[in-house]
T-cell receptor, first 114, second 112 residues
């Protein structure tokens, strides 16, 4: 079945540091890939998405490129801010069996300190 | 405003007392789903529905029931809650032509 593996947290960075959160996936067919963000006490918000190989999703300074050859979708940001402190989830929206299921990684908690 | 609305936001109940968490969406989405979020386990799907009267089990359906009598509503029912169902629950919806899901704000359930 489909699965998503993302780097374990927590991750603590200083403001303006470079961020990478690794995400790899296993899926049949051609899934769509997402990053969701959960701010403290809130639900999940879609951060960015990519629907086919080599697509780059971007939003609020975050980027991730759909790499089919390495089955990866790493999240990056060049300069993090305190307001980026949140839990980040990589997710896969599958094709084939279970195609309406959104499969999540376990989440990576990011803390940005001034 | 397009949204998924869950109620209640917080609930404390006792073991064995039946409860229902409601979920409603105003986007005419076909697909709806329930997830639970637990520390170290991420989000796991409980049940999902592809349309009215069409529901199926997700990864962790034991102890839960759902129904989809109307397109906009997808309630989660715990017939006999147990402490291991203490969790943060999210409802989500998605429609044809959209990507990914829109999530509700969550329901924090504590079963004592």
């Amino acid at each position: 079945g489909n699965s998503v593996t993302q780097m374990e947290g927590p991750v603590t960075l200083s403001e303006e540091a470079f961020l990478t959160i690794n995400c790899t996936y296993t899926a049949t067919g051609y899934p769509s890939l997402f990053w969701y963000v959960q701010y403290p006490g809130e639900g999940l918000q879609l951060l960015l998405k990519a629907t086919k190989a080599d697509d780059k999703g971007s939003n609020k300074g975050f980027e991730a490129t759909y790499r089919k050859e390495t089955t990866s979708f790493h999240l990056e940001k060049g300069s993090v801010q305190v307001s980026d402190s949140a839990v980040y989830f990589c997710a896969l929206y599958g094709s084939g069996a279970g195609s309406y299921q959104l499969t999540f990684g376990k989440g990576t908690k990011l803390s940005v300190i001034p | 405003e397009a949204q998924v609305t869950q109620n209640p936001r917080y609930l404390i109940t006792v073991t064995g007392k039946k409860l229902t968490v409601t979920c409603s969406q105003n986007m005419n989405h076909e697909y709806m789903s329930w997830y639970r979020q637990d520390p170290g386990l991420g989000l796991r799907q409980i049940y999902y529905s592809m349309n009215v009267e069409v529901t199926d089990k997700g990864d962790v359906p034991e102890g839960y029931k759902v129904s989809r009598k109307e397109k906009r509503n997808f309630p989660l029912i715990l017939e006999s809650p147990s402490p291991n169902q203490t969790s943060l629950y999210f409802c989500a919806s998605s429609g044809q032509g959209t990507w990914g899901y829109t999530f509700g704000s969550g329901t924090r359930l504590t079963v004592v």
